[in-house]
């Protein structure tokens, strides 16, 4: 799968190629407008492209004007939007110009790669994988999850933190990053109430159960691995 | 006097009573003071009149006295036929205190009375003098004005003329004088004061219209509106002139922050965005010693502590602009209570705080900004968690009313000095150290402003009643029906 993305800022442009790239895309950076333009329309470097992430504050011709040309030019090349301004009416602006989706600056990486799962989602792909740690099942598109064959129910935010720990799963997770997913990074309880919903996780999954899944890393955060 | 216009009318109305009532005393003195003189007139030339015909007479018969029938001396009857015609009082008396004559009005008065005047004839004044003098015939009789005068040039026979008229015709003009001061004065008085009150109103009518003029600029988006300048170049029209140009100034500043708004959201967040890059990337890469991780993961909290400070004074800022920045849709608040519902049942849980959640049977679906909502709802359940002790307990409750949805969060802690109860929806106002447990950062300030924001951008309300000691409850009411923010 192709993406162009369109970022002026290089540190951010280079974050986002980096992280498209290990998670498995084939990634082509521009820094301004009209060599976006150029290069979606298939006039410089092949095109081709299956996906446009797009920032809407560019040098010389503004993410908008891409936006708008490219769809009078008949493209229908899904463009997720990056943009800095939150407010409702710009977004509503941006989706109006033909945009598919948007994100909004600073960013968890996760949420990009979710909506560029989302915008790229292709029909082999519909039906949701299955994550396994040892004997510990998670149903992404029926959210049941199983250990050893025994039906555990969760809440949705045990729900929402056991999947993001079992997504990276063997990898320490960040109470931050954990926060971030369950709740929005707009959510700052103060409290770690992420350690809460662990605290409740391990009654349900590890009690009274060999291995123990759920790790503690002391002072960051928690990993799930056998 | 709340209005100008009152003050107007009421000085005005003051200044006019007084300067009529100045001239009404002033006329009435003066036309007292004539009226007197002229009556004092009178009877001097009564009196004068009478001793020049007293003198005439003399000098064609010489003798002017004779005896009537009964022996009594009394003036020649064709003398007195000539002096009959004299009105008011007058009297001639002889020499050793005799009476002569007395005119018709004398001759009415009683016999008391008559003795009264007679009395003032004696003794007889010398010749050529004029003795004039007040006197009250008693009891409850007119007050006469008189003069006594002797009569020279008409032999030795006469003693004294004694002229006098009485003040009641003088009074009655008067009397009649201060009834027409007194109904002019009415008559002239309140149209007046009313034309006043009419004119001050006219005059200040600009400014009522001004009033309401400026009243409608309310927001941002209604900066660009001036004021009609009045045509006459009047202290009115510079008012409206320097108002315009005030909100000039005003509309430009707040472009300025429009502008800085968009900036900001651009200059200060990319460098935000580009912190979070390296720091995620460093975090999430396998294998990183957990001593590394520890200050990332420190780093990555306060870079969204940033954004997030960033986000509710931008959102501050576009609210001060009036735009109210919402995505509504129907959406059912019992979702969006829910899962504040089980962030809050965590937080309690962690606080050691008892939580109870009531929602309503029925779905409660009213048109509001679903992130915004969530947003207000946990910022309420996580401060009543933060500021109730151990062992406290927390209310959540949701209900359908009339026309609205009202959505309380109460809790049973430390309470809100009444004193900081009116500030603590304002900005970075935050209570004394001693609300903020000490093993908890502060917050930034802003989310009960927020809060605010949000419930007002719907259309709603938002309140708080708080005892200390006792607990705090915040209600925040809904219209279930879609109202934007006067």
Known sequence: MKILVIEDDKTVGEYVRRGLDEAGYHVDLVGDGDEGLRRASGKVGGGGYDMMVLDLRLPRMSGIDVLRTLRDRGVGLPVLVLTAQDSVDFKVQ???????????????????????EALGRRPKSISPPTLKVSGLVLDTGSREVTRDGKRIELTPKEYAVLEYLMRHQGRVMSRTLITEYAWDYHFDPGTNIVDVVITRLRKKIDQAKEPKLIHTVRGVGYVVRT | MESIRGRLTLWYATALILSIAVFAVVLYVARRSDTYQDLDRRIQSEADLTAGILAESYRARGTLVENDTAGRPQLTPDVAAVLEVVPDYLLVTSRDGRLLFASPDARALTFGEFEQLNAITRPPPLADSHTPGRYGIRPNGPTLHYIVRAAPHAGDQFGAIFAGADTRSAELRLEQLLLTIVIAFFVGVVPAILVGGWLAGRALEPVDRMI???????????LHRRLAVPMARDELSRLAETVNQMMTRLERSFAALRRFTADASHELKTPLTVVRAGVERAITRPGVAPETLAPLEETLQEVNRMTELLDSLLTLARADEGRADLHREPVDLREIIEEAGETGELLAEHAGVGIDIRLPPQPLVVPVDRSRLRQLALNLIENAVKYTPRGGQVSVELAGDNGRAVFTVADTGIGIAPGDLPHVFDRFWRADSARTRTSERAGTGLGLAICKWIAEAHGGTIEVQSRPGRGTTFTVGLPRTETTAS
Request: aromatic share 8%; no cysteine; proline share 3%.
């Open chain 1, 94 to 116: 941006a989706l109006r110009m033909g945009a598919d989706d948007y994100v909004t600056k600073p960013f968890a990486f996760e949420e990009l790669l979710a909506r560029v």
């Open chain 2, 212 to 222: 309401t003029e400026v009243r409608e600029i309310t927001d941002g988006r209604s």
